[in-house]
């Protein structure tokens, strides 16, 4: 997301979600890593459940409305990201 960030966030937000640590923990990783966005801690699952999400990394792209427009589960190649990045902005 690092490499991103700074091409994308004046028109995609990114939300990372911490399923293996604290809140804390993953607020201090955001905050040491200078990406300027906020942590979010689903350390009982429950986003996992209502997204349909069994395998991590997951990749989700959701409107400014909810609506899911894409799921991408596994790794990504940078350029892989940068495909989905550019089609969701289409």
Same mark, same amino acid.
Do not use: C, H, W
């Given at each position: 997301?690092?490499?991103?960030?700074?091409?994308?966030?004046?028109?995609?937000?990114?939300?990372?979600?911490?399923?293996?640590?604290?809140?804390?923990?993953?607020?201090?990783?955001? /905050?040491?890593?200078?990406?300027?966005?906020?942590?979010?801690? $689903?350390?009982? !699952?429950? #986003? *996992? =459940? +209502?997204? /349909?999400?069994?395998?991590?990394?997951?990749?989700?792209?959701? $409107?400014?409305? !909810?609506? #899911? *427009? =894409? +799921?991408?589960?596994?790794?990504?190649?940078?350029?892989?990201?940068?495909?989905?990045?550019?089609?969701? #902005?289409?």
């Amino acid at each position: 997301m690092q490499q991103f960030t700074p091409k994308y966030q004046d028109r995609i937000a990114f939300v990372p979600v911490s399923l293996d640590r604290s809140i804390e923990e993953a607020k201090a990783y955001i /905050d040491n890593s200078s990406l300027g966005m906020k942590a979010y801690g $689903d350390l009982k !699952g429950s #986003l *996992l =459940k +209502k997204l /349909d999400i069994q395998y991590v990394p997951t990749t989700l792209m959701v $409107d400014a409305s !909810g609506n #899911l *427009l =894409k +799921k991408r589960v596994g790794s990504m190649t940078d350029k892989e990201i940068e495909n989905l990045l550019n089609s969701a #902005l289409k």
